[in-house]
């Protein structure tokens, strides 16, 4: 008789399934063909297929890939076709996107690659990645002053001393590697570090904690747990390809969790990568209650949550000592901030470090200027008490190279929304287009960055100067992008501007501050370095680009 019920709730349960798929299937079909009519004045590429559009060439390609040749061919709005005949918009038209992005704002809510937001809350939890209206506002009006002027200027040392953590792992790496194949430089997996460091100082710069990622200086020895799911999240979702928003898109994701979940971990017993994935998940949702149980029996304990100079420790521990934020909704502000802050910095990094290889001279003058500063050097070395802020803010080829990076290998090449209602968007050329309610959006972040009108000819390429010479910028100020930061899309701009692009920058500029006087960077001699888009972050890949893992070995010579 209990086999028999079991077996009656299995069928029962597998009907649902099937039912709520093959509905959202006809829905989206469906919903395609009105779309069809409404965009027969926007061109595009030809379809690849009806169940993935031009999703593969898309948003699982090598360097700037599909989304850069659709902007030269097609101009600032592309229509795709995405899943079972729907269409997106690909948008590059930085007058189209201001509208979206400022003056139209609540019409275009944030989704995720599955059109909802489900996946970033399955993910994160319902942090800021993962709220929309009201509570996204609630909750970053709660966040914004961790991330002011003042608590800048009050991390600078203690970023400073993490960076100089890894700039000693890093050379002790390099010496001993030079010392054994009996050759000046060694070849070390740099991504790696960018990846250890990224964490480390997100989680003791944002809550106060350690995780240890930088305990072992040789860099050899086994990663943590929090760094390899941090690192492994995004890439396992590429190897999934486009069945990740064919899952979501079906609505196969709005089915009860622990359904979900046990769907997941059966298919996962014939997809390693499914998995790791929901084991990264568990990871990252595991350290991130172990964190702020840590935190929260330390305040208990009596620790005032004012005397350190966390970024947001004190600003949760008030919210949750009102009443105002649950567990809950503190462990997944924690998880947002600690894989989107670490996850994107690390990834720019490496970009960075990767572009200083291939480009010596622009090493060379980088060095030349870090090394003549002599206030950054004394406080690097810990000899000056002015704050390490202002020391680094005021060198303006280090500027240079991290604006340019920011501009050019820009992390997350796309940001998605969808329209709520009909809305006629205004384009750059003074001519408008009609986009229909329901209609996705992926702001081409990548392609707007790129765009030849702002940037001049040269816009593919790295070339830090372009943010010293007067000419350059001056076409830059003039195109006024709605933009949080320089006219460059990579950080957004409007109400779901990257919150945290102040600390990504003081990040950023340290780690470069502190490495790039104690080490030279060459390109590898035997593997060719390749960045490859995906649905979130774009990573890098080795070996013919056969490894779904992101790695970034690099000659390095200690100086």
């Not at 690659?113 to 800021?128: K, Q, R």
């Not at 760094?227 to 999934?240: S, W, Y």
């Not at 600003?315 to 649950?326: D, F, M, R, T, V």
């Amino acid at each position: 008789m209990a086999l028999l019920a079991l077996r009656l709730i299995l069928e029962a349960l597998v009907l649902l399934t099937l039912s709520t798929v093959f509905a959202n299937i006809v829905q989206v079909w469906l919903g395609g063909r009105a779309k069809v009519r409404a965009l027969r004045g926007v061109s595009g590429p030809p379809s690849k297929g009806f169940w993935f559009g031009n999703l593969r060439e898309l948003l699982f390609s090598f360097g700037c890939g599909a989304a850069y040749n659709a902007v030269a061919e097609y101009g600032g709005i592309v229509k795709v076709e995405g899943l079972f005949g729907d269409f997106a918009l690909l948008i590059s038209d930085h007058r189209a996107i201001a509208q979206i992005l400022l003056k139209d704002f609540d019409n275009f809510p944030v989704t995720d690659m599955g059109g909802s937001l489900d996946l970033n809350t399955y993910f994160l939890g319902a942090g800021l990645l993962s709220l929309n209206g009201v509570p996204h506002r609630r909750h970053r009006k709660a966040l914004n002053p961790g991330f002011s002027p003042k608590h800048m200027r009050r991390l600078g040392q203690l970023v400073r001393d993490i960076c100089c953590q890894v700039r000693d792992g890093i050379v002790v790496t390099a010496r001993k590697g030079a010392w054994a194949s009996g050759s000046r430089t060694a070849e070390i997996d740099v991504g790696e570090w960018m990846n250890r460091a990224g964490v480390e100082i997100v989680a003791q710069a944002s809550f106060g904690y350690s995780f240890g990622t930088l305990q072992k200086e040789e860099g050899n020895g086994e990663e943590t747990e929090i760094v390899r799911a941090v690192k492994e999240m995004l890439p396992l979702l590429e190897q999934l390809g486009p069945w990740v928003p064919l899952f979501m898109i079906t609505g196969a994701s709005r089915l009860p969790h622990r359904l979900v979940r046990f769907l997941g971990k059966t298919a996962g017993l014939v997809c390693p990568p499914i998995r790791k994935l929901i084991r990264a998940v568990d990871v990252l949702h595991g350290k991130t209650r172990e964190m702020w149980a840590a935190r929260k029996a330390d305040f208990a304990a009596g620790e005032d949550p004012n005397e350190n100079c966390e970024l947001l420790s004190t600003i949760l521990w008030q919210g949750y000592s009102e009443g105002g934020l649950s567990d809950e909704e503190v462990c997944a502000q924690m998880s947002t901030v600690l894989f989107a802050g670490s996850d994107t910095t690390s990834t720019t990094l490496s970009r960075a470090l990767h572009m200083l290889a291939l480009n010596p001279h622009v090493q060379d003058r980088l060095r030349d200027e870090l090394e003549r500063a002599e206030v950054l050097q004394e406080l690097l070395h810990g000899e000056a008490d002015e704050p390490v802020y202002n020391a680094i803010d005021a060198l303006p080829y280090l500027d240079a190279v991290c604006r340019e990076t920011i501009r050019e290998c820009t992390p997350l090449p796309f940001r998605n929304r969808r329209a709520v209602r009909d809305c006629v968007v205004p384009l750059k050329d003074g001519s408008s287009v009609m986009i229909p309610g329901g209609s996705e959006i992926l702001i081409n972040v990548h392609g707007c960055n790129r765009d030849e009108d702002l940037w001049g000819p040269d816009a593919h390429l790295w070339r830090p100067e372009r943010w010293i010479e007067e000419s350059s910028l001056a076409r830059v100020k003039e195109a006024a992008l709605p933009a949080v930061y320089m006219n460059s899309m990579s950080f957004l701009g409007g109400r779901k501007a990257c919150i945290g692009f102040k600390f990504a920058l003081l990040e950023m500029k340290t780690v470069l501050a502190t490495v790039i006087p104690a080490v030279r960077f060459l390109p590898p001699q035997k593997q060719e370095i390749a960045w490859r888009f995906g649905p979130g972050v774009t990573v890098s890949t080795t070996d013919q680009f056969d490894d779904p893992m992101p790695r970034m070995p690099l000659r390095v010579e200690a100086l």
